[in-house]
């Protein structure tokens, strides 16, 4: 079982960054792909990004591309979202996921476990 747990939302304004974090636990971290989505009120959960178990970045909503880029410390158990040039639009609660099982190949679906979430908002 993998539990995961966000941080580094807030409140900034159009055009600024935010840093979110996500940390796991367990000792097979780096055993799993991971990925990042979003939900904005009213909306449905949107894949954001996917960062492959050697730190390599699988995919990019477009929406996102060329802003946001995902990465991760294996070390520290801990995957990270930067995002620049933030968007009124990209306001959201903002979730870390992993597949159910480690190795297994995912880009846009089939995780499973979920962290609480942490919520982004973008003022213009």
């Known amino acids: 079982q993998v539990q995961l747990v966000e941080s580094g939302g807030g409140l900034v304004q159009a055009g600024g960054s935010l840093r979110l974090s996500c940390a796991a636990s367990?000792?097979?971290?780096?055993?799993?792909?991971m990925g990042w989505f979003r939900q904005a009120p009213g909306k449905g959960r949107e894949f954001v990004a996917a960062?492959?178990?050697?730190?390599?970045?699988?995919a990019y909503a477009d929406s996102v591309k060329g802003r946001f880029t995902i990465s991760r410390d294996n070390a520290k158990n801990t995957v990270y979202l930067e995002m620049n040039s933030l968007k009124p639009e990209d306001t959201a609660v903002y979730y870390c996921?992993?597949?159910?099982?480690?190795?297994?190949?995912?880009?846009?679906?089939?995780?499973?476990?979920w962290g609480q979430g942490t919520q982004v908002t973008v003022s213009s």
């Open positions: 996921a992993a597949p159910g099982r480690p190795f297994q190949i995912v880009t846009s679906g089939d995780y499973t476990y």
């Open positions: 367990g000792r097979t971290f780096s055993t799993y792909t």
């Open positions: 960062i492959s178990r050697d730190s390599v970045p699988i």
